[in-house]
């Protein structure tokens, strides 16, 4: 992996934390409030192991573009962000809805979000990896 795949992954890993707090610490906080026998307890979260699992998605989200993307820019990474949202955040969304006993819009809030993160992390990797005779 060279150096502006490292860099895209800890772009990507970054900007993912930071939009995971305001999706799910405060957009979402009220609706897990209300469905609080559905979650662990604060103290039995296993916060390293989410960051690990970020991490790794992060770094697939990263090398799949890398390595399938034909011309990288900011607008490929836009197209490939939307289409890697809308197939993980539907069944994110809606898969987790049709088995668990969320509310509607926790799905909703689910597949929108993971939709608004990707596309951001597609547009900053389309900007970190862009194509020699683009930059």
Known sequence: ????????????????SIMDFVIHGLILAPIYAETESLWRPMEE???????????????????????????????????????YGIATGVSMGFGSYCWMPIPLSLA???????????????IVIGAILKSPAQA
């Open 45 to 83: 979260v296993k916060m390293g192991l989410g960051y690990l699992i970020m991490l790794i998605v992060s770094t697939a989200f990263v090398l799949i573009y890398a390595q399938l993307a034909k011309d990288k820019n900011v607008c490929s990474g836009f197209r490939y962000g939307l289409l």
């Open 1 to 16: 992996m060279n150096k502006k795949c490292i860099l895209a992954v800890i772009a990507v890993f970054v900007l993912w």
């Open 108 to 122: 909703w809030g689910w597949m929108l979000g993971c939709i608004a993160e990707t596309i951001a992390a597609g």
